[in-house]
């Protein structure tokens, strides 16, 4: 029991981190306050358990599909988010006077539903055994060592991000919110699918005797880069859209000319 | 004439018989979870089509349904149902499993 609670809160507390230290660290380079940490963190909580006691209510939406459609819109929202977060960290770096505020309010919205997606999976998971009692202690245990290990590896990831060259950086940095944001709708798709919202197909691959998604490797790039083994034709091609559209709204603000442009 | 007509009506038929396959509502399949195990383990379905998985959750306590080779994933409070949908799927195996309870609750969905 202790290892599957370590296990199955390590996975879902590892995109959420991975996602906040890479946008802890984005604000670290452009000098913003990291006080909507705080922020993200109260609101993603409050949003999970929300989420999360009216599990059963949501579920019954749509004709039994609200928990697909809930998760799907999450993750097109922290999409979206993301490509804010993209187009204002761009326009503030070449110096547009963009609301202060802006860049801060983006990041701690993209954290807070990653949150709520994440952390609702948790207490519905915890909730279950308190209904129990017996195996409360093993359960709890193992939860807070997944966590503490899923912070970990955030935390690293976030040194790491903050010891690479200004330059690299900035590659590293706008490739993987890139990748993230894809994989947020390229899962939202598969949510789609599985509620007979979009199309179902056949896989285009099978790339698990390879990389399985299963593996630590495969769990590490699944919250980084979106990675899925047995994608459909339609899962590829919205991830490739998706990257499209980020970088390609982020190269439009690197080229854009305004008089609201102030010196850098 | 009334053959002429007879052969419209089958070639309009014909022509529409493609959506009315798709409109079809796809075979539904049911499972239950009952003790933290799957009943049955293994449920067999046709290859090749979708089909609906109604999952009856007999338990007080929530479950999620998780399968990475069906790429689903879905959670189920205690004493509710579930419906997911699978396939298109090429004749094989795909194991699924429970991940609150995922040392008891596994199953697979053969396709064939």
């Known amino acids: ?264 | 004439m009334n053959i002429y007509l007879r052969q419209c009506a089958l070639l309009c038929l014909y022509i529409l018989s493609p959506f009315n396959a798709v409109n079809a509502a796809p075979p539904e399949f049911q499972l239950e979870i009952r003790d933290h195990l799957f009943l049955p383990d293994a449920i067999r379905i046709p290859a090749d089509q979708k089909v609906k998985l109604v999952v009856y959750n007999r338990d007080p306590t929530p479950e999620e349904f998780e399968s990475y080779e069906l790429n689903r994933e879905k959670v189920i409070m205690g004493n509710s149902k579930a419906i997911i949908f699978i396939g298109p799927l090429k004749p094989g195996e795909y194991p699924f499993f429970g991940e609150f309870n995922p040392t008891t609750a596994l199953g697979k969905v053969i396709a064939e």
């Open chain 1, 1 to 264: 029991m202790l290892l599957s609670s370590v296990i199955l809160v390590l996975r879902e507390v590892l995109e959420a981190a991975l996602l906040f230290s890479l946008l802890m660290a984005l604000s670290v380079r452009l000098r913003i306050s990291l006080r909507w940490v705080l922020v993200a963190l109260v609101a993603g909580t409050l949003g999970a358990a929300i989420c999360g006691f009216n599990i059963d209510r949501i579920s019954e939406l749509y004709d039994g599909v609200g928990q697909e459609v809930l998760n799907a819109a999450l993750q097109f929202g922290i999409f979206l988010l993301l490509c804010g977060v993209g187009v204002t960290a761009v326009l503030r770096v070449r110096g547009f006077a963009v609301p202060l505020q802006l860049l801060p309010v983006l990041m701690a919205m993209c954290v807070a539903l990653a949150i709520t997606r994440e952390g609702s999976e948790i207490m519905i998971y915890l909730s279950g055994f308190l209904q129990i009692g017996d195996q409360w202690a093993a359960v709890l245990t193992g939860s807070v060592i997944g966590a503490g290990i899923g912070v970990s590896v955030g935390a690293v990831f976030y040194f790491a991000m903050l010891t690479l060259q200004p330059r690299l950086a900035a590659v590293v940095g706008a490739g993987l919110i890139s990748l993230i944001a894809a994989g947020m709708t390229l899962q939202a798709t598969e949510l789609l699918i599985q509620a007979d919202w979009l199309p179902a197909d056949y896989p285009l691959w099978d790339s698990s005797a390879i990389l399985s998604e299963q593996s630590v490797a495969g769990q590490l790039l699944y919250a980084l880069v979106g990675y899925e083994a047995t994608p459909t034709a339609l899962q590829l091609a919205v991830y490739l859209a998706a990257v499209l559209a980020i970088l390609g709204a982020a190269a439009l603000a690197a080229c854009w000319r305004s008089a609201d442009r102030v010196q850098p």
